[in-house]
């Protein structure tokens, strides 16, 4: 067998060490802790002086500058999306077909989508966490992801829904990025080894906080937002559960009051 001149050998060395191989795959996820303070801030103009470690906002609405600043203030940042739901207003609204949009979710120009159509949706959403991947942000926050309690329009069971999350938090893991699980109490039990941390709307108001304590059992913060009552009605609940709660309004401003 003729022997490769010595400068190629070296050169194949090389190129092997510098290859990647199916083996390879993202660094560690951020895991944020239970009691991790947060800013939710999803309209109007962003407020960036709130000091909280943990920022989540629009995916779509903030540029890879924004996040690269509050990454320079020390901020973790999440990207907010819509995966359960259709909006009209966001650039890739043309792209889902007809055949997946039911019926509308109480917000204007939103309407579910049938999640047992993952064909058509696992590269729609994975289009989407490849954007927050590229914009940088650490986390994503995937919204709408309880519509089989809801009237969507197509008959969605319990097994869809688990499906379905779960293709969302793998979507996002394989980019690096940790993930959040949205509302979705009932599901839970069977979730939270899948997802990173929970965001939930309104438990309190509902009665509904302990049914979060599994994700503080797994050393997973739950970020809390209430709309309805005042601070002194969930505050000292929240803080024996270990929950990062806030006081919102509907439209999730800037404006905020934490526990």
């Not at 069971?157 to 980019?175: C, E, G, K, P």
Request: hydrophobic share 40%; glycine share 8%.
């Amino acid at each position: 067998m003729r022997r490769l001149p010595l400068l190629v050998a070296l050169l194949l060395v090389l190129l092997a060490g510098c290859t990647r191989t199916s083996d390879d795959k993202p660094g560690p996820r951020w895991q944020p802790r239970p009691g991790t303070a947060w800013q939710w801030q999803l309209s109007g103009r962003l407020d960036t002086s709130v000091d909280v470690p943990v920022y989540d906002i629009d995916g779509f609405d903030h540029s890879e500058d924004t996040v690269a600043g509050l990454h320079d203030d020390g901020r973790k940042v999440i990207c907010y999306l819509s995966t359960g739901a259709w909006e009209e207003f966001r650039p890739d609204a043309g792209k889902f077909p007809k055949a997946v949009l039911g019926r509308g979710n109480g917000w204007k120009g939103e309407r579910w989508l049938d999640i047992r159509r993952t064909d058509v949706l696992e590269p729609l959403m994975a289009a989407r966490i490849d954007m927050c991947r590229d914009k940088g942000f650490d986390a994503v926050e995937p919204d709408n992801m309880d519509g089989y309690r809801n009237e969507t329009g197509f008959p969605l069971m319990a097994a869809d829904q688990l499906r379905y999350n779960r293709l969302i938090a793998r979507l996002a893991h394989d980019r690096g990025l940790a993930v959040g699980l949205k509302n979705d109490l009932d599901q839970i039990p069977e979730l939270v080894g899948d997802f990173d941390f929970a965001v939930n709307e309104q438990c309190a108001q509902y009665g509904e906080c302990t049914a979060l304590k599994p994700f503080v059992a797994a050393g997973k913060a739950v970020f809390h937002a209430e709309y309805e009552i005042p601070t002194g009605r969930f505050c000292a609940d929240s803080r024996r559960l270990k929950l990062s709660s806030l006081l919102k309004k509907y439209e999730l401003g800037a404006w905020r009051r934490a526990c």
